[in-house]
Every structure is written in C-alpha cells, then in structure tokens.
C-alpha cells in the first residue's frame, strides 16, 4: 500500500484543483495500465476491481484514510447551487522517502495531463485500457496481462455490447411512456 500512498499524493500534488475520489480512481488505473504496457509492471502493484462508475483500486479507501489521518490530504465540499457536489481531495505535504522511480512519475505525468480537469473521455485517450475495463464483469477483478492489455482484442466483445446496450436502450426508450 506504500506503493499506492505515493501515487495518490503525486497525483494529487500535480492537480492543483484536486480531485474526486473516482477521478483519482481513474487516474491511478490508467497510469498503472500505461506503465504495464510499457514495462509488463504495475506502479503501485494493486488490484483493480469493475464498479459501476469506475475502476477502482480495492485499497484505496484504506490508503486515503491514511493519508488523511497522517495530515498528507484534506478532503473539502463541493458546494454548487444544487448543493454539495461530492467532495475534492488536495494535496498537503508529502510523505517523507519518495519511493516512485523517474519513469513511473513520467508515465503519471502523461496520464494527468492527458486529464487536466474531470476524467470524461477514457476511451479517446486509451482505448486499450478502457476496453480492459468495460468487458470485465461487474466487481471482477480487472487483469492486467500481456496478451490482454496491449491489443485490440475486444472491439468485437465491446461492439457488442454497444449493439445491444443501443437495442436495450430503444426498447427502453420507445415503452418508457406507458
């Protein structure tokens, strides 16, 4: 979790607005995907489970209660008009040791800048990554393996699924008004 607790405040150090909890969850998904395509290694070495929203890391709430405590973040409202909009976590000072070598740093930089503000648009930026993500089943684990990650091997399982998510949505559509 060392690994995790690193990435989440150089992230968070370079996204001066902060971040939301799924956006953090994203950005760490994708830096760890494009590092694996690079290197055939993960940077922060986690698991990655299917959410309804996101890929996220099962230990993040773990290591963002940590952090928090330890005074490294703050987590502050997002108020709007309508409200509070969730919550954004800042960056506050760094754990002292940092254990992420040049290159992991390099490839997170790429990924944040690729989404300087929300993270919308996944599958323009890293197709791979995001096709690695939709056709995991729900709360499966996402695997990170060679001969998965790096080709296009899923355009047809996605293509379908889009076919038929776009015949469940007319369906849906045209019996809605009864």
Request: charged share 25%; hydrophobic share 40%; glycine share 6%.
């Amino acid at each position: 979790m060392e690994k995790l607790c690193h990435a989440i405040l150089w992230i968070l150090e370079k996204s001066p607005n902060g971040r939301s909890r799924l956006d953090l969850a994203k950005l760490l998904y994708y830096s760890d995907g494009v590092h694996f395509q690079k290197h055939a290694s993960m940077i922060t070495t986690g698991i990655y489970i299917h959410l309804e929203d996101s890929p996220y890391p099962v230990k993040l709430n773990e290591a963002l209660l940590f952090l928090k405590e330890k005074g490294h973040i703050d987590a502050s409202p997002v108020i709007s008009a309508k409200g509070i909009q969730g919550f954004s976590l800042r960056f506050l000072q760094p754990i002292d040791g940092l254990i992420l070598s040049r290159e992991e740093k390099r490839v997170m930089m790429k990924v944040v800048e690729a989404f300087r503000g929300k993270v919308v648009d996944e599958s323009r930026h890293y197709p791979n990554l995001y096709e690695n993500y939709v056709v995991t089943p729900l709360y499966d684990s996402i695997p990170f393996a060679i001969e998965r990650i790096n080709t296009k091997i899923h355009v047809l399982v996605q293509k379908s699924l889009l076919q038929l998510s776009g015949k469940m949505f007319r369906v849906l559509f045209e019996r809605s008004p009864e």
